[in-house]
Each structure stands twice: as C-alpha cells, then as structure tokens.
C-alpha cells in the first residue's frame, strides 16, 4: 500500500490510501480538519499540535464516512454541550475556592489569634497538593480515565470543605487546604486538556477562566458580609460544600463513559529512539516548552492569587479603609479579571496571542503601579480593577500556547504539570507576601507583583511564534508581499 505524505505544524504525517501514487501535501492544519477522502489516518508520535489535533472519537452517533478525524467542537459530538456545562460551574468553585482565604485573613488571623506568618501556611499549604498532583495526574487519567479523575478531584475538595466549615484545629486547617490544593491540582489538568482539543479553543478558554473570575468575585462579597454581621467565618465553607456537592453530581453524568480504556484509546503513549513505550511524564518535562511554561504559570499564579488574597489587608493597613467595605474593591479586581478574559479572549485569537499577551502584561504592569502608588482608595480600588481587566487573559494564552506547542497525547501531561506546577506559585508566593508583611508590612506586596510580572514578560519573549493568523504574521506577510511587487516592478 502506497502512502501519501504531508506535514501538519511541520511534523510528518502518513495518509494510507489505496492508491499507488505519492506525492507531497502542503497541508497545515486548518487544512487537515477539511480533508475529504477514505483515507485512514496513522498519525505518527509528535506530529500533531494545537487545537486542530486529529481526535479518535465517533460524532453525531457515528464515525463520519470519510474516515478523518476531526476536531471536536462544544456542542459536537453533542454530549460536549454538558462536559463544558460541568467545567464552567466547575470553574466558578476553583475562584470562589482561590479567593476566599485572602478575603477571611483578618477574621482567621483574629479567630486563632496567630501571625500573619502562621496564618499563611493556609496559602502555603495547597502547594503541596498542586505538586503532588503534577506528577501523578498523567497516571491518574491512565488508571481511573477521564471520570474518575474529575469526580476524584471533587470529592477531595469537598472533603476539605467539610473540615474547614467547623474552624478545625490549625493542623487540620492546614492540612484541609492541602487536600483542596490537591484537588484543584488534578482538575485544572483534565478540565484545560478537554477544552484545549476544541475548536474556538481561545473563546472557550476565556469563558472557562472568566467563569474562575465569577466566582472569586462572589466570594469575597459573601464571605466578608458573613464574617462582619457576626458569624464564624468558616460557617462561609457550608456554602462551599454544598456548591462542591452539586458540581460532583453534574461532572459525574457529563463525563460518564469517559473511562480509562477510552482515554487510551484516544491518547496513545508515544515511542522513543528506541521504538519502545515512553512515559509521557518524562517525555513532557523534557521538552522545553513544559518547563518554561510551568514557570511562567508559577509566577502568574503567584502574582494572580497573591494578589487577590492581600488586596483586603493592603486597602485596611495602608489605605485605612474599612475591612467590611474592601471586600469590594478586592472583588473589583476578580471582576476585571473576568471581564478581561470572557471579552479579551475574542480579541486575542484574532490579532495573535504571541502579540497580545506582550500587551496585556506591559498594561498589567502599568495599572500595577497605579494602584501602588495611587494615594487615594478609589485611585487605588481603580488601578487594581484595570490590573485584573489586562492580567486575566494571560493564563488561557499560556494553555493555548501549550496546546500549539505539544503533541496532543502531551496534553493532559504537560498541561496538568504546568497548571499545576503554577498552582505551586498560588500558594507559595501568598505564603511569601504574608511573611514579609509581618515584618515589613503588608505594602511589600506591591514591588513582588511588580518583579513576578516582569519575570513573566522575560519568560514570555523566549516561546516562539505559536499563532496561526496572529497580526505578527500577517505584518510580515504583507511586508513581504510588497517587497515581492517591489522587485517585479524593478525587474520590469
């Protein structure tokens, strides 16, 4: 049988057909989700990338005629409508979950009478967990498949919350945070890695991550109105709980069928030099995207997270605003977090997300300040809101950017690695924060977000040109077309 060969994100790919000719393609991948032939695909290991990948599933009730593969989309095949449904109210937990603890501060600091030192093992806590899960939650879709791994994760952040609504000793506080870290760790992996393989995956991206900016918006709102009308701060976590439950419930139907079999099926490991099966583990953490991607999450989440969590104490300590009133400029700031990436994530796959990002960060920085050196609460509550409108669209560029630079069986690996490895920095850059400002005071965390944003721009300027109609390209484009009727014109 007589191949055909073409290249898809310059890897080699073999189309098996029964004819006897050979020829070269010039196919990219836009092109790919089009082909219209009864060929079979055998795509070799490492040669498909990004979001057009080839995906080994059955649509609309049946494998299409011709055979291809083809990319999925949020409504086809038609039980994706609910898997999106499920992440998205997942989504709203994560953020509740990420800004609760920064809102309570002072009400926890006060009920168990510690430092801010202490109290900040509740930030340091969850690094933990997301470590942990980086290096198991390949191994954990392998054994348990998509379900069990996303009920699993769940279930532990709901054991958690059912521990923390009670005001548990300090250990077992700290260890609750753990478990919910651990949780969030596995999650972020399976939930990016589903929605990184659709179409549109930008818009969906920006939905998912702006639904997180949703709930840490409420959150803080809810939690302190509790916490000030005289109720025990965890009595919050009751809320947390029963939100937890339900969301159990509707990801255990979306995703039922998805078992470990079947993520086999469409995620075979790949082969090394040696023609044997490599551990997609090691095979992610050696490329370099991986790492340098897992960093930049690091500090993004660090500077997100540690953000939000000492907005409350930076407005009552050095603004001498009143805590039950800052509450609001903290949940300002997850709202511009969520209005940047629900609504900036349509503009950032049109012009290009190499492009876009370099913008976002440069702006973050520069409201940063504003609301660093601002004198005045509303200058202050205005410069941070800005800084989540222009900071929030960076996380789902950077799992674009992992999905375009990896083959698709590295997904779940390397974005899960990477997700959770940045969950790392949610925890322990807050845990930082909290142990400076004890002893120099809680305006520290300015100059800190400062450097870990400016760490990102660095970071960001090493991983290559990734978009696929970015304004990059298309400057270039049209800059060597006319130099192309330039020199037809002189050679006339």
């Not at 989309?73 to 999106?84: F, G, I, S, V």
């Not at 109609?469 to 014109?489: C, F, H, M, P």
Request: glycine share 10%.
């Amino acid at each position: 049988m007589a191949s055909q060969q073409g290249t898809i994100a310059n890897d080699p790919i073999m189309l098996y057909e029964g004819s006897n000719d050979s020829e070269v393609v010039d196919a990219d991948m836009t092109e790919l989700a089009s082909v219209k032939s009864p060929a079979v695909i055998d795509v070799l290991p490492g040669t498909v990338t990004g979001p057009l990948s080839v995906i080994d599933t059955e649509f609309n009730e049946g494998r299409l005629d011709d055979g291809v593969e083809h990319v999925q989309t949020w409504n086809n095949p038609p039980a994706n409508k609910w898997r999106l449904l499920a992440i998205l109210f997942g989504f709203v937990l994560m953020g509740m979950n990420d800004a609760t603890p920064g809102a309570l501060l002072l009400y926890i600091e006060s009920y168990y009478q510690q430092t801010y030192t202490v109290i900040s093992l509740c930030f340091l806590a969850p690094a933990a967990g997301y470590m942990i899960s980086a290096f198991f939650n390949s191994n954990m879709h392998i054994m348990f498949g998509r379900w069990g791994t996303i009920v699993g994760g769940l279930l532990l952040m709901c054991v958690a919350y059912s521990l923390i609504c009670w005001a548990p000793p300090l250990p077992l506080l700290v260890f609750s945070y753990g478990l919910v870290g651990l949780g969030i760790g596995t999650l972020d992996a399976a939930w990016n890695a589903f929605a990184a393989d659709l179409q549109n995956v930008n818009e969906i991206m920006g939905l998912m991550h702006g639904l997180y900016g949703v709930g840490a918006t409420i959150s803080p709102l809810i939690s302190t109105a509790m916490a000030s009308s005289g109720l025990r701060w965890s009595y919050y976590y009751f809320i947390m709980f029963g939100v937890g439950i339900s969301i159990v419930c509707l990801n255990a139907y979306a995703f039922w069928g998805e078992t470990a079999a079947k993520y086999l099926k469409d995620h075979p490991p790949g082969i090394n030099e040696d023609g044997e099966s490599q551990g997609r583990l090691s095979e992610a953490l050696k490329n370099r995207y991986t790492i340098l991607l897992a960093f930049f999450l690091f500090f993004y989440m660090g500077a997100e997270v540690g953000l939000g969590s000492w907005i409350v104490t930076f407005m009552v300590t050095e603004r001498h605003g009143e805590p039950a009133k800052m509450g609001a400029v903290a949940s300002g700031y997850w709202a511009g977090l969520t209005v940047g990436r629900m609504v900036l994530g349509f503009v950032t796959g049109r012009i290009g997300e190499n492009t876009m990002a370099t913008v976002y960060l440069i702006l973050s920085i520069a409201f940063e300040l504003v609301f660093w050196l601002a004198p005045s609460i509303v200058a202050s509550a205005v410069g941070v809101s800005l800084v989540g409108v222009f900071f929030g669209p960076v996380f789902p560029t950077a799992m674009v950017a992992l999905t375009r630079l990896l083959p698709k069986r590295l997904h779940v690996t390397g974005i899960g690695f990477a997700a959770s490895f940045g969950g790392g920095g949610s925890a322990i850059f807050p845990f930082i924060t909290g142990a400076m400002a004890q002893a120099k005071g809680a305006w520290v965390l300015q100059p800190l977000v400062v450097a870990l944003i400016g760490a990102m721009v660095v970071i960001w300027m090493t991983i290559p040109t990734f978009e696929e109609t970015g304004l990059r390209d298309r400057i270039v484009g049209a800059l060597t077309k006319r130099k192309q009727r330039l020199s037809e014109s002189d050679s006339d």
